[in-house]
């Protein structure tokens, strides 16, 4: 019979994890930020001993939400300095001090809420510009104990701060009423799409508020504005409706260039790069001096921590080859007076979306891009999922409801309803996270379903704080929870 020394598997843990000793001692290494990001987030802290360089004590209310995209490591967190009244705003965690100058922070938009600066070990006094909490003498346990507990799945856990106050009673809440609750929750939402889509329908007319939805879309989080104002120029871009419709080529250089989008300089390194940007300067600069005045400037527009795939220079010119097929908008209409099955109607419109192969753009991504080893789509399924649910379902379905068409109206509504889940995204993670305390949303799972998420995350969530304080869904869900109701088994986590 083998017998095993005691602790060998602990021993082969730390081994093939590279994990210190326990016991180790010598000088303190720094740990990495992500062990940092992880401290932070389960506040393994001990708090008298948190005190900022210039000598205020902190008070941590709450850790804030950890941010998995670009920008501060977490959002919404309150913490106290000294006597001053709390603040709310965003953590940035890096080892020292410098690391705010060295990675730019402050001439960062996404850094301007940043109400704490939380680092390892202090740096140079010269290079603190804001308040800021070295952690080195603060942690609740050994650094080499930490990294045993992070390795040990820390991460998967979710710590008590991160769940709603409101994730018992919807937990509790069995699954129809759920459902119901978020339907009706994404039709709020819904409505309120296809009114601004109405409201703005009656200033410029239907087809320019679509194209202005459409492209508030295709600007993503980062370029809504400077995309929406493009859009709000097009009826000065494009032709009169009775001419020819123009090239996608020539449509491109205009809408690039009005963009401020075009590189000054050639690459001199890709040659289909440079062949493309020689043919649109050659259309461009003919023209570009009858539109001086509505070029915009190029600080409008955000490319930090854009995928190439959202990169505006790509998405307009995918708009550019809907703006060129003559009755584009009467294709959408004509997807909507076809009966389709659910499944095969989301797929139809995803086609219909899609543009037809870019001599250029369906080979890279962007302007600065290398030549891809395969063909790209203009347009994925996931974004195809974000403009039906955002923009062509409410616009189809106010337009019906305007023109007295019941039967379109209706169809309109069961398509919503019905349209297969959007991919998930960090708001979404989020959202389960503190509403449903990282239970999955049940079956089905909707477009609708998410939606109605997002909804109660704007209408509770952005009313309250972290610390939920002053809602009242928790109270108002509690009344739908039967007596007997127990909360549902958490699923596999989110
Ligand atoms: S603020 Fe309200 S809706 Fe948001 S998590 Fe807290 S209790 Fe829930």
């Known amino acids: 019979m083998i017998t095993l020394v005691p602790q060998l598997y602990a021993q082969w843990r730390a081994e093939c994890l590279g994990l210190p000793a326990l016991h180790e001692t010598g000088p303190l290494r720094a740990p990495s930020e992500h062990l940092l990001q992880q401290v932070w987030l389960h506040q393994r802290l001990r708090h008298e001993a948190l005190w900022t360089l210039d000598g205020q004590p902190v008070a941590i209310l709450h850790p804030g939400f950890l941010n998995r995209e670009a920008g501060p490591d977490f959002h919404h967190a309150i913490v106290q300095l ?12 890096d080892l020292r001090p410098e690391g705010w100058r060295q990675h730019q922070h402050a001439d960062n938009p996404a850094y301007r809420d940043v109400r704490l600066h939380v680092v390892w070990e202090p740096g140079g006094a010269a290079t603190v510009t804001l308040p800021t909490l070295p952690l080195h003498t603060a942690l609740d346990a050994p650094l080499p104990e930490l990294q045993h507990w992070l390795a040990g799945g820390a991460e998967t856990d979710l710590p008590p701060a991160q769940v709603g106050a409101c994730a018992p009673a919807l937990r509790a809440l069995p699954a129809r009423p759920l459902l119901e609750l978020l339907a009706q929750a994404a039709w709020v939402r819904f409505e309120r799409k296809a009114a601004e889509l109405e409201a703005r329908a009656r200033q410029s007319g239907w087809r320019q508020a679509l194209r202005e939805g459409l492209f508030a879309a295709l600007g993503y989080k980062h370029n809504v504005w400077p995309m929406r104002r493009l859009a709000g120029l097009l009826p000065r871009l494009l032709p009169p409706p009775e001419a020819p419709a123009p090239a996608a080529l020539a449509l491109q250089a205009r809408l690039l260039g009005v963009g401020n989008l075009l590189p000054a300089e050639l690459t001199r390194a890709q040659p289909e790069t440079d062949s493309y940007l020689r043919r649109v300067w050659d259309l461009w600069w003919r023209e570009a001096d009858g539109f001086t005045d509505a070029i915009l400037p190029r600080s409008m527009w955000r490319f930090h921590g854009l995928r190439p795939a959202n990169h505006p220079q790509r998405r307009l010119a995918l708009a550019t080859h809907w703006l060129v097929e003559p009755d584009w908008e009467g294709r959408l209409e004509a997807w909507l007076t076809t009966d389709l099955p659910p499944g095969v109607a989301a797929r139809t419109l995803a086609d219909r979306l899609q543009a037809p192969p870019d001599d250029f753009w369906s080979w890279h ?15 994925g399924l996931p974004r195809a999922t974000d403009l039906a649910i955002n923009v062509l379902l409410p616009w189809l379905w106010v337009r019906a409801r305007a023109g007295g068409n019941q039967v379109l109206r209706r169809r309109a509504q069961q398509r919503f309803e019905a349209w297969p889940a959007g991919q998930d995204n960090a708001v979404l993670r989020l959202a389960r996270q503190r509403l449903l305390g990282g239970e999955r949303l049940p079956q089905p799972h909707t477009a609708a379903t998410q939606q109605g998420l997002l909804q109660l995350v704007q209408d509770f969530c952005h009313c309250s704080n972290a610390l939920c304080q002053q809602c009242p869904l928790p109270e108002r869900v509690q009344t739908l929870v039967p007596g007997d109701a ?6 596999e986590p989110c």
């Open 82 to 93: 000294g006597e001053s009244p709390a603040l709310v705003g965003d953590i940035e965690i």
């Open 365 to 379: 991504w962007t302007l600065r891009s290398p030549r891809l080893a395969r063909p790209q789509p203009l347009l």
């Open 486 to 491: 127990k909360p549902r088994e958490a699923a």
